[in-house]
């Protein structure tokens, strides 16, 4: 299959545990029993948040961003370029490996299904019109909930209930600090192309301030639940913050954004045991 490996690097690899990360959590904090890692819908929606769903949120992102992404050298060589005349393929490849896990979300559950929902319709038009949040600053970060969907849909897929209403926003506020942040170095591109994101519109450092207000409040709405954890993951999120502040040069400050997916790869683990200890279930 020629197009295996542009598809796959479309799905950006590196990224994919911002969706399998939530969702390994959220099952974590809703399984019954341990055995429920070994069943059907465990696997099958983990396959899900792995390379399908990462070709829906970035291989849509792609499809409509080919103006900016021209004019931004990031996609020289670090992310690939999808020119015109690949959209087709990319469009029926999307459709191909996820409208299979909707169906079967449905099959599941109708809340399961509803919330898969929402995590296409985030992950869709925060790049497609006629929304393209994207382009609507506040609206660019707010939109990034997407990322916690995963987490969402494997608590009620295990559970049938949704998680509390603080812990979804708190993870929501994590998302968006992480939007606003990763905007920083597309700026000047951005500015060019005319696309106006919250990073635009703030500025750099406005911006970095805006993320550390984020972690701040996303540790504290979490801290009734996960107590020290959240407490320990907001410093080290705020350091990062502090430490972008202060770094002038470009390079330095994209160099930190490149760091992101290893330490919320660490977040993402402790966390998950964070998950698994506090679920009484798994130790019957």
């Known amino acids: ?7 796959i690097a479309i799905s950006r690899p590196r990224f994919w545990i911002y969706l399998f990360g939530p969702f390994l959590v959220g099952a974590a904090a809703a399984a019954s029993a341990v055995t429920e890692f070994y069943s059907i819908e465990f696997v099958l929606f983990a396959i899900c948040f792995s390379f399908p769903a990462n070709l829906l949120v970035y291989g849509i ?5 080919y103006e900016t992404d021209r004019l931004n050298p990031k996609k020289a060589g670090y992310e690939l370029l999808v020119t015109p005349d690949r959209r087709k393929v990319l469009f029926a490849a999307i459709a191909l490996v996820n409208v299979p896990f909707l169906i079967a979300a449905f099959y599941f559950s109708a809340l399961a299904g509803a919330v898969m929902l929402s995590f296409w319709f985030l992950s869709i038009f925060y790049s497609a019109p006629p929304i393209r949040a994207k382009a609507i600053p506040i609206l660019d970060s707010t939109f990034n909930f997407l990322y916690i969907m995963p987490g969402v849909f494997a608590f009620v897929l295990f559970s049938n209930s949704l998680p509390a209403l603080d ?3 708190a993870a929501g506020l994590w998302t968006m600090a992480m ?13 060019s192309a005319g696309v106006a994101t919250i990073a635009t519109l703030l500025g750099r450092n406005k911006t970095i301030v805006f993320c550390l207000s984020l972690y701040i409040a996303a540790a504290a709405l979490a801290f009734p639940y996960l107590g020290p954890v959240a407490l320990t993951l907001g410093i ?10 202060f770094r002038r040069s470009s390079s330095s400050l994209f160099n930190i954004y490149r760091a992101f997916p290893l330490v919320n790869a660490a977040a993402g683990f402790v966390l998950f045991w964070a998950a698994v200890y506090l679920n009484p279930f798994l130790y019957r």
């Open 1 to 7: 299959m020629p197009q295996l490996p542009f598809l």
């Open 61 to 65: 992102n792609d499809i409509f961003d």
């Open 167 to 169: 812990l979804i926003i």
């Open 179 to 191: 939007h606003a942040f990763s905007a920083v170095p597309d700026i000047e591109p951005d500015r």
């Open 236 to 245: 080290a999120y705020a350091a990062m913050m502090f430490f972008a502040l």
